[in-house]
């Protein structure tokens, strides 16, 4: 499967100021998602991340919010803007499909834990 | 959204112990697959059911895929204290790299 690198692990940050996560893999993937996990909760979708065009949002996330950049097919950022408290959950990267004989399923990256105050 | 109906929610167990979780879902599905996620981890994929019907096992793991495809089931054989974890149901409602819809998840608790 992809190995995929997720930065930061792990994060404080003041509320009204925003976080950046990246999503490193290490081969080319087709897709590339944003997930979240709050608390003690089921994931949820935030968007699909499309390489060289706008990501794709599910219901209840929005551009301005998650702003979400993919410029190849190996890398992603998702932005948390003006946080708040309620932002405070797990973002996880998650990758499908290796371009060419290789097909990773669905692969997820380790995660990076947000705690906003 | 569609949503995935995972029962039970939480299970406390004897190592040894069998334990089966499972699925449902009112929609057909194109794909079931199951997770495990450790504290700090994304998750891990366990098992992938691409066919109703198909049966495939991962050591003592043992998944189905529904015959009517709106539903799977995960069993355990024989459970050890590294069996802890969170288990997630997820599905696929189409063909191609399209997203995954999660269940709420199983969280087993194994006592030694």
């Known amino acids: 499967s992809a190995v995929i690198s997720q930065k930061p692990s792990r994060d404080i940050c003041q509320r009204g100021t925003s976080l950046t996560i990246q999503c490193q893999v290490d081969?080319?993937?087709?897709?590339m998602f944003w997930y979240r996990q709050q608390p003690g909760q089921s994931l949820t979708l935030i968007a699909t991340a499309n390489q060289g065009s706008e990501a794709t949002y599910e219901s209840g996330f929005v551009i301005d919010k998650f702003p979400i950049s993919r410029p190849n097919l190996t890398f992603s950022t998702l932005t948390v803007s003006n946080m708040s408290p309620e932002d405070s959950s797990i973002y996880l990267c998650?990758?499908?499909?290796?371009?060419?004989?290789?097909?990773?399923?669905?692969?997820f990256g380790s995660g990076t834990r947000l705690t906003v105050v | 959204g569609q949503q995935l109906n995972q029962s039970p929610q939480s299970m406390f167990i004897q190592e040894g112990e069998d334990v089966s979780m499972n699925c449902t879902s009112s929609?057909?599905?194109?794909?079931w697959l199951w997770y495990k996620q450790e504290p700090g981890e994304g998750p891990v994929l366990l098992i992938a059911l691409y066919k109703a019907g198909e049966l495939t096992s991962n050591g003592r793991l043992t998944a189905q895929f529904g015959i009517t495809r709106k539903d799977s089931f995960l069993n355990i054989s024989a459970s050890i204290p590294s069996d802890v974890g969170i288990y997630f149901c997820?599905?696929?409602?189409?063909?191609?790299?399209?997203?995954?819809?999660f269940g709420k998840g199983t969280r087993l608790s194994v006592i030694a």
């Open positions: 081969s080319q993937v087709t897709m």
């Open positions: 998650s990758v499908v499909g290796g371009t060419g004989a290789r097909n990773y399923g669905y692969t």
């Open positions: 929609s057909i599905f194109n794909t």
């Open positions: 997820a599905g696929q409602f189409s063909s191609g790299n399209t997203p995954l819809v």
